[in-house]
């Protein structure tokens, strides 16, 4: 079975410091990779997504991730944390069907605290 | 553009009483549409998730029910609300392209 293994429930960083966000995936095939981000009391946002091809992967506000099928890991990265950045990150795996159906499975999350 | 709605934003009921989450997609035809809770301090965990209309799986087993009358539209209910259907509830959406979309989430508290 499909599952996402966040390892850090918590992470503290400086503001100005660098970022990394840990993800470890178990699955079959190959997956399909992605990272969100959530607010207090907001919904789930994008940040970035692996489907094929270049294993770095770029999103949005500054964010990076890489694919390593070695490690089967997906780990978040951001080279400047800036106050704004505190939340919480979940990171999914999915597993594509036929007909465009996709299900995610979501990690536990890490939450992240910035200091000033 | 595509946008997802989501109401109420939050909710107390007491345990027993009936529950209704409506979730709505604007800007997109025949999305797949899932319903997602989140538990204080534990991830997301997919309760149901639907093709089309009328069309409903659910992931567990539990308290909860879910329904699509219209494309656009899923609805999340329950005849007798339990104190352990307390939770951040999440509609999501997506059509063939891998990533899902969410709305802002209800919070509903069973007192």
């Known amino acids: 079975a499909q599952s996402v293994t966040q390892p850090d429930i918590h992470i503290t960083v400086s503001e100005g410091a660098s970022l990394e966000l840990r993800c470890n995936y178990s699955y079959g095939a190959t997956p399909y990779l992605f990272w969100y981000v959530q607010s207090p009391g907001q919904g789930l946002q994008l940040l970035l997504k692996y489907f094929s091809g270049d294993t770095l992967v770029q999103g949005i506000k500054g964010f990076e991730a890489e694919f390593k099928r070695s490690q089967s890991s997906f780990n978040l990265r951001k080279p400047s944390v800036h106050w704004s950045d505190a939340a919480e990150y979940f990171c999914?795996?999915?597993?594509?069907?036929?007909?465009?159906?996709?299900?995610?499975?979501f990690g536990a999350g890490t939450r992240l605290a910035v200091h000033p | 553009s595509q946008t997802i709605h989501q109401w109420p934003a939050t909710l107390v009921q007491p345990v027993g009483s009936p529950l209704s989450l409506e979730c709505t997609v604007e800007g997109t035809s025949n999305p797949n549409l899932y319903w997602y809770r989140q538990a204080a301090g534990r991830g997301l965990q997919l309760l149901f998730y639907?093709?089309?209309?009328?069309?409903i799986s659910s992931e567990v087993p539990q308290n909860l029910s879910a329904s699509r009358p219209q494309d656009r539209q899923f609805i999340l209910s329950s005849k007798k609300l339990l104190l352990s259907d307390s939770g951040f509830y999440l509609c999501?959406?997506?059509?063939?392209?891998?990533?899902?979309?969410f709305g802002e989430g209800s919070r509903l508290t069973v007192l």
């Open positions: 639907s093709v089309g209309i009328g069309q």
């Open positions: 999914a795996v999915a597993s594509l069907f036929s007909g465009g159906y996709n299900k995610l499975i």
């Open positions: 999501a959406w997506t059509v063939n392209t891998g990533e899902l979309f």
